[in-house]
């Protein structure tokens, strides 16, 4: 199991948009996340910079990265393109966070 943080940056002014769509998550793609081996997934909003971080438990590598192969997630990334930063194929501009601390 590892922890991974990363973030993404929200357009202005969608920060209720954003929380909107999250809350009302699909569960099939509830589903397919916790297949991949992913739990203990938060994201945070900072309003005065519009970033995203975010945070999640992966528990197994190989199977996190079939997900940008998933239809489900492909749509997924289609109903959020028009509120985040996102490459051409929609997935969202993430930047990987390094780990300097933990305390357990």
């Known amino acids: 199991m590892k922890r991974v943080a990363f973030k993404m940056q929200l357009l202005p002014e969608y920060a209720e948009e954003y929380r909107k769509r999250h809350d009302a998550i699909w569960p099939e793609l509830v589903d397919l996340l916790h297949q991949s081996g992913i739990s203990d997934y938060h994201i945070f909003h900072d309003p005065d910079t519009h970033e995203l971080f975010a945070t ?15 239809s489900v997630m492909k749509k997924w990334w289609a109903y959020m ?10 997935s969202p501009i993430s930047k990987p966070l390094e780990e300097v601390f933990s305390m357990k």
């Open 81 to 90: 393109k028009d509120i985040m930063e996102t490459h051409e194929d929609n």
């Open 56 to 70: 999640y438990v992966l528990a197994d590598d190989r199977k996190v990265d079939q997900l940008a192969h998933e």
